[in-house]
């Protein structure tokens, strides 16, 4: 049976929910609460309280994530091409609280880059899914997890250091793990300056950067991350995102080029492209809603 899917708008971006997963008014502040509570904050173990994460799609709900998938990269594609981007961001499926299946749909359909924010789910889930996925870990990262997030072989970048001694401790155990090659970070910023929001402090980024860089001789800096506020113009998080980038580079003599910019999600990747990320995060409009339990 396949499912219609309906649009709603959130923030300033029309995006596609199966309608039965299709938020209200009402279920879309509750969803954004959760939000805010759940996968952004410290978490718990997912799989004991996700009701979704067990549960086998049917291949029409499989299709049905390919075909989103497929339509928000056409989305990033046209607005890169109406920019006149020379570079096309990177699209991260968000996969997290979802089950594997999915995303072995989508990586059979072509795409390699998938974010993950609980460090058990990703280690359960890469290990049930094909090793030529890249692995983005987005979730808040406590210097004990490195281990274990280091255990997954196709980890290609942690995108959430927020300071220096997570960026060591990531350090030592991608040495404990053996890599060949540096794993990637990003830096994340907390550009809103709320405090339910992890992220090191915009007017440290320089240091940060600098002694990461110079004591983690495993982590290759690859840029800054943020969240932002959850709101209809995130440009004024965008922009400070953009301020520490420049602030970045000049200081420490990096090219602009070689420093991405994570920024943007299901409600706010266009906008985010327009301010220049080169890295946008989209879960729900691909995979869904996502339903805890309470
Ligand atoms: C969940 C999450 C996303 C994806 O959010 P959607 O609104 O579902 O697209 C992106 N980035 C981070 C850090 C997240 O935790």
């Known amino acids: 049976m396949r499912r219609p899917i309906s649009t709603c708008r959130v923030g300033s971006t029309v995006c596609l929910f199966p309608s ?37 799609p049917t291949a029409e709900e499989c299709a049905e994530v390919v075909r989103r998938l497929n339509g928000i990269q056409q989305e990033v594609t046209e607005v890169s091409q109406r920019l006149g981007l020379k570079q096309e961001p990177r699209l991260v499926a968000v996969s997290k609280t979802k089950p594997a299946a999915l995303v072995r749909a989508c990586f059979e359909a072509g795409h390699v880059h998938f974010g993950e924010n609980y460090v058990q789910e990703l280690v359960t889930k890469s290990k049930q899914l094909p090793e030529g996925i890249k692995w983005r870990f987005i979730g808040h990262l406590q210097s004990n997890k490195c281990k274990q997030v280091l255990s997954v072989p196709n980890l290609d970048c942690v995108e959430t250091v927020d300071s220096v001694k997570l960026a060591t401790a990531l350090d030592k155990a991608a040495a404990a793990a053996g890599r060949t090659t540096p794993l990637s970070i990003l ?9 339910s929001k992890s992220g090191a402090d915009p007017e440290k980024v320089v240091d940060v950067v600098k002694e990461i860089r110079e004591k983690c ?14 709101d209809e113009h995130p440009e004024p998080d965008f ?31 266009k906008i985010a492209i327009e301010e220049g990320s080169t890295n946008v995060r989209v879960g729900s409009s691909i995979f869904g809603a996502r339903v805890y339990h309470k």
């Open 217 to 230: 001789s495993r982590l290759h800096f690859a840029g800054l991350m943020t969240i932002g506020r959850f």
């Open 20 to 56: 039965a997963a299709r938020p209200s008014p009402a279920s879309s502040s509750a969803l954004r609460l959760q939000f805010q509570s759940r996968s952004l904050g410290t978490s718990s173990p997912i799989e004991m309280e996700n009701p979704e994460f067990n549960i086998e």
């Open 239 to 269: 922009r400070k995102l953009v301020e520490c980038r420049k602030k970045v580079c000049d200081e420490l003599g990096l090219p602009v080029e070689q420093v991405e910019l994570s920024m943007g999600m299901s409600h706010d990747f």
């Open 187 to 195: 830096v994340q910023i907390n550009t809103s300056g709320e405090e």
